[in-house]
């Protein structure tokens, strides 16, 4: 089993910053990507950006490209996610995710509780 918490959400306004971070805990060896995902209010859960563990190739969604970063530190197990010049339509609940195969956003293994982002305009 592998434990996920999410830390790091809060308000901002629209052009701000925030880093996210989920600490693994558990049975970790055998994760093979880790990834962000969010869901806004009466919105379908979707991905937001994804990491490879073993190459640590990354892909983002195109709504965040060249704002959001991901990154890993692999010492403490600790995923982040830099999120730059927010818009109001980011405001959503981040959830951390870790699965042992292709990342796939109906098929990860498990979910952390989430981290609530929210951004006034």
């Known amino acids: 089993q592998v434990q996920l918490e999410e830390s790091g959400g809060g308000s901002v306004q629209a052009g701000g910053s925030l880093r996210l971070s989920c600490t693994a805990s558990?049975?970790?060896?055998?994760?093979?990507?880790m990834g962000w995902f969010r869901q806004a209010p009466g919105k379908e859960r979707e991905e937001v950006a994804t990491?490879?563990?073993?190459?640590?190739?990354?892909y983002y969604a195109d709504s965040v490209k060249g704002r959001f970063t991901i990154s890993r530190d692999a010492a403490k197990n600790t995923l982040y996610l830099q999120m730059n010049s927010l818009k109001p339509e980011a405001t959503a609940m981040y959830y951390c995710?870790?699965?042992?195969?292709?990342?796939?956003?109906?098929?990860?293994?498990?979910w952390g509780k989430g981290t609530l982002v929210t951004i006034s305009s």
């Open positions: 990491i490879y563990i073993g190459g640590s190739s990354t």
């Open positions: 558990g049975s970790t060896y055998g994760m093979v990507c």
């Open positions: 995710a870790a699965r042992g195969a292709v990342c796939s956003l109906r098929a990860m293994d498990y």
